[in-house]
């Protein structure tokens, strides 16, 4: 009877265990995902773009050194593993900043080579191929949404914004200021992110002209990222300026929204950093908001007087739920975190450049959702 006791005792303990063990690999949670090991070391991914659970693309460069400007990085996401892609007839040196797509056969990336010249690559379900910038245009950023793709650079040291027409690249008129940031929800319904001389601004283009809003009026403020959920709901993230303070005191992080006739600042549970990116839920609602070198006030006597803040936001109705990037051994925390969310799931990807051992660095891949 003891004997069978006991052994029933420790079968439950076993299956609670299993329980306990299939409860915490069903939660979702960020997790670190490892680069190719083809990807050398001195590695930085700036932008990834996702289509389903199984496709989906990051850019950057690697083999970036003191005095090496590094290669064009591709990778691939299959549903399993990251997988670095070849680029054929792609021999200059430099980086890839940016990728976006209106469809899995319609995939743009932009970057600059060594010499600073601009360069445009495409993907058209199969393989990716060299395109023609536009002439004179140093580029920075693609965006695409609402079946339309846009461009963000500079000409002669001027803003310039190029919108492709199915034949070309062309000139679009220029909110005064800098733009960092778009959002597309159509031809006639474009946000812009940037910032003026002095205060953080917002643009919208109607079509016809655009239509500026001052959204934050301290100097050195500006927002790059912006998401426009309906007429009445835009959100804008960025970095808050201030003068005076502290000598070395970090800059705090901007969030605002517009309700359809006023902007107003968004509290956040962190007190410095910066907003570098923003996400959407599967229903187009603000679901995520990334802030790199996110810091917190510490408890009185603390020092330095900072403390680790969030990484990651997550927006549930009117809260937050704070998450922090998962450690990665030998690595240190994400200078750049630029979200990608995975059409019709929960899933998100992040991807940026993490600070590495003596002052070096290395590529950041972050996943939301179950463990793989």
Do not use: C
Request: avoid cysteine; aromatic fraction near 8%.
């Amino acid at each position: 009877m003891t004997r069978r006791l006991l052994v029933a005792g420790l079968a439950a303990v076993l299956t609670a265990l299993g329980l306990m063990s299939s409860a915490a690999a069903d939660t979702e949670s960020w997790h670190h995902v490892p680069v190719p090991a083809q990807v050398r070391p001195q590695a930085a991914l700036n932008e990834a773009v996702a289509f389903g659970p199984d496709r989906a693309w990051a850019v950057g460069a690697d083999a970036v050194g003191r005095d090496a400007p590094g290669f064009p990085l591709v990778l691939r996401w299959d549903g399993t593993h990251w997988q670095r892609q070849s680029l054929p007839r792609t021999g200059w040196q430099g980086e890839l900043l940016s990728v976006a797509a209106t469809s899995p056969t319609a995939v743009w990336a932009v970057g600059r080579d060594s010499a600073g010249g601009a360069r445009l690559l495409r993907h058209d379900g199969r393989t990716w191929s060299e395109s023609r910038p536009p002439r004179g245009v140093a580029l920075t950023k693609v965006v695409a949404g609402g079946g339309e793709t846009w461009l963000i650079g500079s000409r002669d040291g001027t803003q310039a914004l190029l919108r492709h027409d199915g034949r070309g690249w062309r000139d679009m008129p220029v909110p005064p200021g800098a733009v960092y940031g778009l959002h597309i929800r159509a031809a006639d319904d474009v946000w812009a992110a940037g910032t003026t001389d002095s205060a953080a601004a917002v643009s919208h283009w109607n079509g016809q002209e655009w239509q500026q809003t001052i959204v934050y009026g301290y100097p050195r403020s500006a927002v790059g990222s912006v998401l426009a959920v309906s007429p009445t709901e835009v959100w804008a993230g960025g970095t808050a300026g201030f003068i005076g303070g502290p000598v070395g005191r970090p800059i705090p992080p901007l969030l605002v929204r517009f309700d359809g006739q006023t902007w107003s600042r968004v509290t956040l549970p962190t007190d410095f950093g910066s907003v570098t990116s923003l996400a959407a839920t599967e229903s187009g609602a603000l679901g995520w908001v990334a802030v790199s070198r996110s810091q917190k006030f510490g408890p009185p006597g603390t020092f330095p007087p900072f403390v680790p803040g969030p990484a990651f936001l997550a927006r549930n109705g009117e809260s937050f739920t704070e998450y922090s990037e998962p450690a990665v051994p030998g690595e240190g925390e994400s200078s750049v975190l630029r979200l990608a969310p995975v059409p019709g799931t929960r899933t998100v990807w992040s991807v940026g450049r993490a600070d590495g051992p003596e002052a070096t660095f290395a590529p950041r891949i972050l996943r939301f959702g179950r463990a793989l």
